[in-house]
């Protein structure tokens, strides 16, 4: 069973920077790709920025040139690094694993419990 630990969350001002980490349980190469997404309150569940097995990022408008997505193998964790924070930044960051289930031909997801990003004066 696939587990991924978020951490890092906290409560920062405006402009300030924060990095939060996804521990997972087995080699974070074993899937198709990671990504981070958010949810603020009222609001659905969003993509932050993505990372490939093969090492290619993506990340949304909103966050463009201020997130960073990264990993190391060797620590099976991957990262956000979250630079010039905002108000309308703050939400739930939770990690996802994607997989392919050969067998089924479907995407297995897997998620992490979340973690708080608060960015207020």
């Known amino acids: 069973q696939v587990q991924l630990v978020e951490s890092g969350g906290g409560l920062v001002q405006p402009g300030g920077s924060l990095r939060l980490s996804c521990a997972a349980s087995?080699?974070?190469?074993?899937?198709?790709?990671m990504g981070w997404y958010r949810q603020a309150p009222g609001k659905e569940r969003e993509l932050v920025a993505v990372?490939?097995?093969?090492?290619?990022?993506n990340y949304a408008d909103a966050v463009k040139g201020r997130f960073t997505i990264s990993r190391d193998g060797a620590k099976n964790t991957m990262y956000l690094r979250l630079n010039s924070l905002k108000p309308e930044d703050t939400a739930v960051y939770y990690c996802?694993?994607?997989?392919?289930?050969?067998?089924?031909?479907?995407?297995?997801?897997?998620w992490g419990q979340g973690t708080q990003v608060t960015v207020s004066s």
């Open positions: 087995g080699s974070i190469f074993s899937f198709n790709a």
């Open positions: 996802n694993a994607a997989k392919l289930n050969r067998l089924t031909m479907t995407r297995d997801d897997y």
């Open positions: 990372i490939t097995s093969g090492g290619i990022t």
